[in-house]
C-alpha cells in the first residue's frame, strides 16, 4: 500500500512538471463572434446533398458574417415541427411535401419559403448501369413485363420486385403498379442504407434490381445508375393519388425558413434567400463528403476557394 | 421416490397436450385451405383506418405551448446542457469544456476506486484512455453526459415508485402492467409524440432515454424490498420503529445490492437508447453511426458502437463492484489513501483546466480510423466469401418455414386465427391464458393493423425458435465449462449494448433486404439475454445432483437432458421469455431492412405526418403481441412447473 502512495506522489510530480511546458488554454486568440448575425438553427436532413448545402451554408455565415450556427441532425417531416417551436429556422432543401407547406406556412403562419436552391430534384425507378446495357429496352416501362421474372426474390411472391426506400420519401409505387397493370410487388426496404446497399451488390454480382431512387445523390458519383421512362409527367395527373399512371413530376427544390428568421433582419437571412447552386456544385461537395472522407466543414472551405464568385452573389457584393 | 412418480406423471400428462395441440394445428392447416383469403383484413402501405385519421388529426391538440411541459423541458435541458458543459462541450467563453479529458479520467477512476476497487479503477481509465484514442473523446461525453443526466433523473422518479411498490400489492400491481407496456413499446413510437411534449433536441432525448431505462430501477427495487425477510421487518417493529425508521434503517440498507443492479440495468438500457434517441438530435456517438449510415461507412460506424460497447463495459463493471462493495466498512488507512487520492485527482483537474494537453484529448495517436478500415476489411471479406451461400440459406428458410407459416397466419380468416391460438393458449397455459390472448387478439383486430400484425407474428415466432434453440446451446455449454464462460461472456456484452444499425449494413450485404434479414438481427440481439440466463440457470444446479448422476455412469448428454435441463427449467423458462421480448423490441429496425410490415408501419409513421395514428396504432399492436405472447408462455411455463411439484406432494 506504501508503494501505492509513493507512485501516486510521483505521478503528481511528473504530471505537473510535463504540464508545465505545455500550452494554457485560452492563450489562442479567439475569432470574435459576430455580434450582429447572432445563431441560427439550421435542420440537417439525412442524406448526403442536403448535407452539401448545410456546409457551404454554415461555413460562409461562419466564416464571412461571424454567425453562430447550430446544426440539427432532423428527419424531413420532424425538422418541420421546428419551425413552430423555434428549434429550427431553416431548411434548405424542401422536396414538395406540399401538405406541410399548407399547414405550416398558411395555417399555422410559422414559416415562409425562400425560394428555390437551383437543384433539380428527380425521383423514379432505376436500374443498375449492367441490366442497361444488356437489356437496352428495359428503360422503358412497357417492357417491365417481359423482364418481371428477372426480378424476383425471395420476397416478391412469384411477381418481380420493385424495391421502395425509405418510409419518408414521396412514392406512388403501389398505385403505379396497380394502374399499368405491371406483374411487380412493392417490396419495401425500409430505409435509404438498404437502398443504396442492394444497387451496390446488384452491379458488383450483376444481380437484377429495380428500384426507386432519386437525383441527387452522391450514389451517383459511385454508380450511374439508369432511370426507367414511365408514361411521361404531365400537369395535374398526379392529382389522384389512387389513379396515378405517370412519371414523377420534376422537384424544384426549395428553402423553407421560420417567420421568426425571416422577420429577424439578419444578415443570414439574405444568405439563405440569396443562396443558390446547380446539382453538380451540390454533387462535388457531397462527393467531397461521401467519397473522399472530408467533413463537411473540410469540403464547404475547399468549394468556397474555387467558387468565390458564387459565393458573393450570395452575400450581395 | 419422488423422482419416481413425477416421471410418472410426466409421461402421463404430456403426450395429452401435444395430441391435442397437433390435433388443432391439423385442424387449422385444413381449415385454411378451405377459407384462406376471406376476412384476411389487408390494409395496403398508404391506406389507413378511421381510428388512424383520428389520431393523426387530434395529434396537436395536446402538447404545442402547454406551459407544464416547457416547464419539464426547459428544466431537463439545463440540467443536460450543465453536464455538457461540464466535459463535453465549450463552456463559458472557453475554447474546451470546464474539465478536460485528464480531469474526467481521473474523476471516474477515482469515483470507481472509491465505490468498487482498484481493479475497476484501472479498467475505468484505461477504457476512457481507449475511446480517447479512438478519437470520439467528445461524442463520448456527450453520451456520457446524457447517459448521466438520463440515469439520475430515472433514479429520481424510479426508487420513490419502486420503494411503494415494494411496500403496497395495489401500486406493484399497477406498476408491473405499466413497465411491461413500457418495455415493450418500441422506442420509435413514442419519439414522435414526445417532440411534440418536449420540441427537439437534448430534453427530448434525455425524456425518451429516462422512459426506456427507468422500469428496470423501478422491478428491481421493487423485488428487492419484497425480498427483506419478514422477520427482520417485524423485528424492527417490535423495537418501536416508526414505518419511516424501518424504510430507512432495514428496508433499504438490506436492499441495496440489488437496487445497484437495478441501477446497473438502467445504465445499459440508457446506453442502448443512444442510437435510437439522435434521431431527435441527441447530441454523441449515435450521430456518428447514424451519418456513417447514410455513406454505408461500415467502420466509422463500428468505431462509434464499439465506443459505446466499451463505456457500457466500464460502468457495467464499476456498478458491479459497487454493488459488491460492503458499506461503511472502509478502514483507516483506506480513508487516509482515499483522502491522498481525492489530492490528486483536485491537480489532475487542475491541470485539465490549464493546459490545452490535459484538456483536449491529444489527436496525433488515434486508432480510430485503423479500426474502422480493419472493420470494413473484414466485412468485405465476410461478404466477399460468404455472399452466395448466405443468399441460399436465406431462400431456403424463407420458402420452407417462413413462407408457409405467414401464409397461414396471414391467409387464415382473423375469427380463426383468434379460435386457434386462443385454444392453443389454453390448451397450454389454463384460463390464465387464454384470457390475456381473447383480450389481445380482439384488440388487435381494433388496431387496424391485423394483415401487418400477423406477417410480424411470423418472423418473430420463426427468430424465437432460433435464439431458443442457440441460445440453449451456448447457455448450456458456458454454464458447464467455466472457461468458455469467460470467454463468451464479453461478445454477449458486446452483442447487448452494439447498436443494431451497426450490424445492418453487413447483414444487408450478407442476405438482401429481406424478411429474413431482419430475423438474423434480432437472432444477434436477443441470443445473448437468453445465454446468460440459461447459463446462470445451469450453474445453479446442485454438484451433488450432478455428480449423482455422474456415479451413475451418464453420458455428458444424460446429465444435461435428464438432469441439468429439468432442474434449471425455471431459467429456461425466463430465458425463452426475454428471449422473446427482445426479438419483439428489434421489430422496428428489421422494418428498416426489408421486414415490412409493423416495424416499417411505425417507422413510416414516424417519418410521414399522415401516417402518424396508423404508426400509433402499429406500435400498439407489437406492444399486444408482446404482451400475448408473454402471457402465453408464462402461463404454460406456471402449469409445467405444476405437474412435478404435485407428484412430489403424492
Request: hydrophobic share 50%; aromatic share 8%.
Amino acid at each position: 500500500m506504501k508503494r501505492l502512495r509513493y507512485a501516486g506522489v510521483l505521478t503528481a510530480v511528473a504530471l505537473a512538471l510535463a504540464g508545465c511546458g505545455g500550452e494554457k488554454v485560452g492563450s489562442q486568440e479567439q475569432p470574435a463572434g459576430g455580434k450582429e448575425c447572432g445563431s441560427f438553427n439550421l435542420t440537417v436532413s439525412p442524406w448526403v446533398g442536403y448535407e452539401a448545402n448545410a456546409a457551404v451554408v454554415a461555413y460562409v455565415a461562419t466564416k464571412d458574417l461571424g454567425c453562430k450556427v447550430v446544426k440539427k441532425n432532423l428527419k424531413e417531416e420532424i425538422a418541420w415541427q421546428g419551425f413552430a417551436t423555434g428549434e429550427v429556422d431553416v431548411n434548405l432543401e424542401n422536396w414538395g411535401h406540399e401538405d406541410l407547406k399548407k399547414k405550416y406556412i398558411e395555417t399555422d403562419k410559422v414559416a415562409v419559403a425562400a425560394g428555390s436552391t437551383g437543384v433539380k430534384g428527380v425521383i423514379g425507378w432505376y436500374v443498375p448501369p449492367w441490366m442497361a446495357e444488356k437489356y437496352p429496352d428495359i428503360t422503358d416501362w412497357k417492357n417491365l413485363n417481359k423482364y418481371a421474372g428477372l426480378f424476383k426474390t425471395s420476397e416478391s411472391g412469384g411477381k418481380g420486385q420493385l424495391l421502395d426506400g425509405d418510409p419518408s420519401y414521396v412514392t406512388n409505387d403501389e398505385a403505379l403498379v396497380k394502374n399499368l397493370n405491371l406483374n411487380y410487388k412493392v417490396v419495401q426496404s425500409g430505409s435509404e442504407t438498404a437502398l443504396i446497399q442492394a444497387f451496390r451488390d446488384a452491379e458488383k454480382n450483376k444481380k437484377p434490381l429495380l428500384a426507386y431512387f432519386y437525383e441527387p445523390q452522391w450514389f451517383f458519383n459511385e454508380i450511374k445508375l439508369v432511370k426507367v421512362n414511365l408514361p411521361a409527367y404531365k400537369a395535374g395527373c398526379d392529382a389522384d393519388p389512387a389513379k396515378v399512371a405517370c412519371d414523377y413530376p420534376p422537384y424544384d427544390l426549395d428553402k423553407i425558413v421560420s417567420k421568426k428568421f425571416a422577420d429577424s433582419g439578419s444578415p443570414a437571412y439574405d444568405l439563405v434567400k440569396n443562396f443558390q447552386w446547380t446539382n453538380e456544385d451540390q454533387n462535388a461537395v457531397a462527393r467531397m463528403i461521401a467519397v473522399d472522407k472530408l467533413t463537411p466543414d473540410q469540403a464547404a472551405e475547399k468549394w468556397v476557394k474555387d467558387n468565390q464568385s458564387k459565393v458573393d452573389t450570395w452575400l450581395g457584393k | 421416490m419422488a423422482a419416481i412418480t413425477s416421471d410418472v406423471e410426466v409421461e402421463v400428462r404430456r403426450p395429452r397436450r401435444a395430441v391435442v395441440v397437433g390435433v388443432l394445428i391439423v385442424v387449422w392447416v385444413a381449415a385454411y385451405f378451405v377459407l384462406r383469403g376471406i376476412d384476411t383484413l389487408v390494409l395496403g402501405g398508404q391506406e389507413t383506418t378511421a381510428p388512424h385519421r383520428w389520431l393523426t388529426d387530434h395529434r396537436d391538440d395536446i402538447g404545442q405551448g402547454n406551459v407544464f411541459f416547457d416547464a419539464i423541458r426547459v428544466a431537463v435541458d439545463h440540467f443536460v446542457v450543465l453536464l455538457q458543459n461540464l466535459v463535453a462541450q465549450p463552456a463559458y467563453d472557453r475554447p474546451v469544456p470546464v474539465i478536460g479529458w485528464l480531469g474526467v479520467v481521473a474523476i471516474s477512476a477515482y469515483c470507481a476506486w472509491a465505490f468498487g476497487n482498484w481493479k475497476v479503477a484501472v479498467l475505468t481509465a484505461a477504457g476512457l484512455g481507449f475511446v480517447g484514442l479512438q478519437g470520439l473523446w467528445q461524442e463520448s461525453m456527450d453520451t456520457l453526459a446524457l447517459t448521466i443526466g438520463a440515469v439520475l433523473l430515472s433514479l429520481v422518479v424510479a426508487i420513490p415508485l419502486g420503494i411503494w411498490a415494494g411496500l403496497s400489492d395495489r401500486a406493484f400491481k399497477v406498476a408491473t402492467l405499466v413497465l411491461d407496456l413500457m418495455q415493450t413499446l418500441p422506442t420509435f413510437v413514442y419519439l414522435a409524440p414526445l417532440t411534440l411534449f418536449f420540441a427537439i433536441g437534448p430534453a427530448a432525448a434525455t425524456i425518451a432515454t429516462l422512459i426506456y431505462a427507468a422500469p428496470p430501477a423501478v422491478r428491481l427495487t421493487a423485488h428487492a424490498i419484497r425480498s427483506v425477510p419478514p422477520e427482520s421487518v417485524e423485528a424492527s417493529r417490535s423495537l418501536g420503529s416508526t414505518r419511516g425508521q424501518t424504510l430507512v434503517k432495514v428496508l433499504l440498507p438490506m436492499s441495496r445490492s440489488t437496487v445497484v443492479v437495478g441501477i446497473n440495468q438502467t445504465i445499459m438500457a440508457a446506453l442502448s437508447m443512444v442510437t435510437v434517441a439522435a434521431l431527435i438530435d441527441a447530441p454523441g456517438l449515435g450521430q456518428t453511426v447514424l451519418k456513417a449510415l447514410q455513406t454505408l461507412d461500415v467502420g466509422v460506424a463500428f468505431n462509434a458502437g464499439l465506443a459505446i460497447v466499451v463505456l457500457a463495459i466500464v460502468l457495467d463493471r464499476v456498478t458491479t463492484a459497487a454493488g459488491d462493495r460492503p458499506w461503511r466498512t472502509a478502514s483507516l488507512r483506506r480513508k487516509v489513501l482515499l483522502g491522498a487520492g481525492g489530492l490528486g485527482v483536485l491537480v489532475a483537474v487542475w491541470f485539465s483546466r490549464t493546459y490545452v494537453w490535459a484538456a483536449e484529448f491529444p489527436s496525433d495517436v488515434t486508432v480510430g480510423s485503423r479500426i474502422a478500415v480493419i472493420a470494413t476489411d473484414v466485412t468485405n471479406w465476410v461478404q466477399d466469401v460468404f455472399g452466395g451461400f448466405t443468399y441460399g440459406v436465406r431462400d431456403v428458410v424463407t420458402v420452407a418455414l417462413l413462407n408457409p407459416l405467414e401464409a397461414l397466419l396471414t391467409g387464415s380468416p382473423w375469427w380463426l386465427v383468434s379460435t386457434v391460438v386462443v385454444a392453443l393458449a389454453a390448451v397450454l397455459g389454463g384460463w390464465r391464458g387464454a384470457a390475456p390472448a381473447a383480450v389481445c387478439l380482439v384488440l388487435l383486430v381494433a388496431t387496424g393493423v391485423w394483415h401487418d400484425s400477423m406477417v410480424t407474428l411470423a418472423s418473430t415466432l420463426l427468430a424465437t425458435v432460433v435464439v431458443v434453440v442457440v441460445g440453449l446451446t451456448l447457455g448450456v455449454w458456458a454454464g458447464r465449462n467455466h472457461r468458455v464462460d469467460t470467454w463468451i461472456r464479453p461478445v454477449l456484452d458486446a452483442g447487448q449494448t452494439m447498436p443494431p444499425f451497426v450490424y445492418l449494413v453487413p447483414f444487408l450485404a450478407l442476405f438482401g433486404t429481406s424478411r429474413f434479414t431482419a430475423i438474423a438481427a434480432a437472432v444477434v440481439f436477443a441470443v445473448p439475454v437468453t445465454t446468460k440466463i440459461v447459463a446462470d440457470g445451469i450453474r445453479a444446479v446442485p454438484v451433488a445432483t450432478v455428480e449423482a448422476a455422474n456415479s451413475v455412469g451418464s453420458s455428458s448428454w444424460q446429465v444435461i437432458s435428464k438432469v441439468q435441463l429439468p432442474v434449471a427449467r425455471r431459467a429456461i423458462t425466463l430465458a425463452v421469455n426475454q428471449g422473446l421480448i427482445y426479438v419483439l423490441s428489434m421489430v422496428v429496425v428489421g422494418g428498416l431492412v426489408g421486414a415490412g410490415a409493423l416495424g416499417y408501419d411505425v417507422a413510416a409513421g414516424f417519418a410521414q405526418s399522415e401516417l402518424y395514428g396508423k404508426g400509433l396504432a402499429a406500435g400498439l399492436a407489437i406492444v399486444l403481441l408482446g404482451v400475448m405472447l408473454d402471457r402465453v408462455t408464462q402461463a404454460a411455463a406456471r402449469r409445467t412447473q405444476d405437474f412435478p411439484t404435485r407428484g412430489d406432494k403424492r
